[in-house]
């Protein structure tokens, strides 16, 4: 028989050439099955960077409760405890402490005062009744910035699931794609052994042989370099998913991905309203009432004062009381400019911050329109390879007909398996392409990425 193996070196040649991205094969006795949409629902809920900013939303959201508490009336609590041999300290004190004789002091040197143990217990109130809306702009910036870290918590935890997903498929085209390498070589070694076996007969020379060896030996490195990426995208995924480096997934193979067919208007309309987008607009609404709150110091500020002591000879004593109420008004008339000047500086920052926030809205416009077409080419690469690898696997079909019939060699067989395996590979990467693609456009255009799995609302 004049077949030889050698064209089989073809088969690893091309496989080696389709570069698998990394990929999760379960290790034995630890199985867990993982959907795509579990594994975006993993990284929404233990992903470092998600937990990070929910702790940053719960900062700004105390912030802004601590803002509204300064409207309410503040309560200082004082108690002290003083010696003094001052005359008109002690003078004073005696009276508070509702101790003082007139007789005694008549008959005393009030210039030579004995010592007077004193302690004052201070109960104070503050209610600010005005402060030129200084307070008000603070309140009303804190809630903006607590809606601006709400937004961009929703923005993390959507790009959170997105590099999941992105790291789920490329496991399952590692995969897949290690599977391929696997039956690739089992294909060889039995190559090898028929060669082997030709050889003993004297039907094949030894040195076909070798070289068919030499494939096999070419298959098993690339078997273990496709193991290893299998390794590295599981502990890329548990690195995704907040997991143990040493995890691992049982996954399915990848389905088709979802169509995109909506025209790129629709979602282009969705990204007006995008998480970070959202974010950058209530900061700049923040901003812009900095201007306000700058001006504050040229209105007069209004508070109301309530006051009542305890005087006694030892802390919290109580042989006198007295209690007073006050309005105070403070105006700062005149700072050098300084005020004027800082007013001016926040307004030219607004003025600022508006430009960006408008250049970062068209931006987000680009990226949509953008991610809208490169999901469209990636799903119609996948059409394409889809077709191919029908007619690839017909055609291999048809030639093992004829293989099996005597009317074509071994060589013929071997190019045709070579075609469905590249065609394969081809399908696959186009399939894990397209699903990526659509993940980043649900993204892009404002939209959890769970909407455009199969099964998902958009």
Do not use: C
Not at 4 to 10: D, I, N, V
Not at 66 to 72: D, E, I, L, P
Not at 195 to 204: I, N, R, S
Not at 333 to 355: C, L, N, P, Q, Y
Request: no cysteine.
């Amino acid at each position: 028989m004049n077949d030889k193996p050698l064209p089989a070196a073809r088969v690893l040649l091309l496989l080696a050439a389709l570069a698998a991205p990394s990929g999760a094969r379960a290790q034995a006795g630890t199985p867990s099955p993982l959907t795509l949409a579990g594994a975006m629902q993993k990284a929404r809920e233990g992903a470092r960077e998600v937990t990070a900013a929910q702790a940053r939303q719960g900062a700004a959201e105390a912030r802004a409760s601590q803002a509204k508490g300064f409207r309410w009336p503040s309560l200082n609590l004082t108690a002290l405890w003083m010696r003094t041999n001052n005359p008109a300290e002690v003078f004073a004190l005696k009276l508070n402490q509702g101790v003082f004789s007139f007789p005694e002091f008549v008959a005393s040197n009030p210039n030579d005062a004995s010592p007077l143990n004193t302690g004052i217990t201070r109960a104070e109130i503050v209610l600010p009744l005005f402060t030129g809306g200084e307070l008000s702009g603070r309140i009303d910036q804190a809630k903006l910035a607590a809606d601006a870290a709400s937004g961009t918590s929703s923005w993390v935890a959507d790009n959170a699931a997105l590099a999941a997903a992105e790291a789920y498929v490329m496991v399952a085209q590692a995969e897949e794609y290690a599977a391929l390498l696997h039956k690739s070589r089992d294909t060889v070694a039995a190559h090898v052994k028929l060669a082997g076996d030709y050889a003993a007969q004297g039907m094949l020379v030894r040195s076909e042989l070798l070289r068919a060896e030499v494939e096999l030996s070419k298959m098993d490195d690339l078997v273990t370099e496709a193991d290893g990426r299998v390794r590295i995208a599981n502990a890329n995924l548990a690195f995704r998913l907040g997991a143990a480096g040493s995890s691992s997934w049982t996954l399915a193979p990848l389905p088709d991905p979802r169509p995109v067919a909506t025209p790129v208007d629709v979602w282009l309309a969705t990204a007006a309203e995008r998480a970070d987008l959202g974010s950058a607009r209530n900061l700049l609404a923040a901003g812009e009432l900095e201007e306000k709150v700058k001006k504050a110091p040229i209105w007069p500020k209004l508070a109301l004062v309530a006051k009542g002591e305890l005087y006694g000879d030892k802390p919290f004593g109580s042989t006198g009381t007295s209690g007073s109420i006050m309005a105070v008004a403070t105006w700062n008339v005149f700072a050098g400019g300084s005020d004027h000047a800082a007013a001016v500086a926040a307004r030219e920052d607004a003025r600022a911050g508006r430009e960006d926030v408008a250049r970062f809205a068209e931006g987000v416009r680009l990226e949509v329109r953008q991610a809208f077409e490169e999901a469209r080419t990636a799903q119609a690469r996948h059409e394409t390879a889809k077709k191919a690898l029908d007619s690839a696997r017909e055609a291999e079909r048809i030639t093992n007909d004829r293989f099996r019939a005597g009317v074509v060699k071994t060589l013929d067989l071997l190019d045709v398996t070579t075609a469905r395996r590249e065609a394969e590979t081809r399908e696959l990467v186009a399939r894990a392409d397209a699903h990526t693609a659509a993940l980043k456009l649900a993204v892009k255009a404002g939209r959890r990425p769970e909407s455009v799995l199969n099964g998902g609302t958009e």
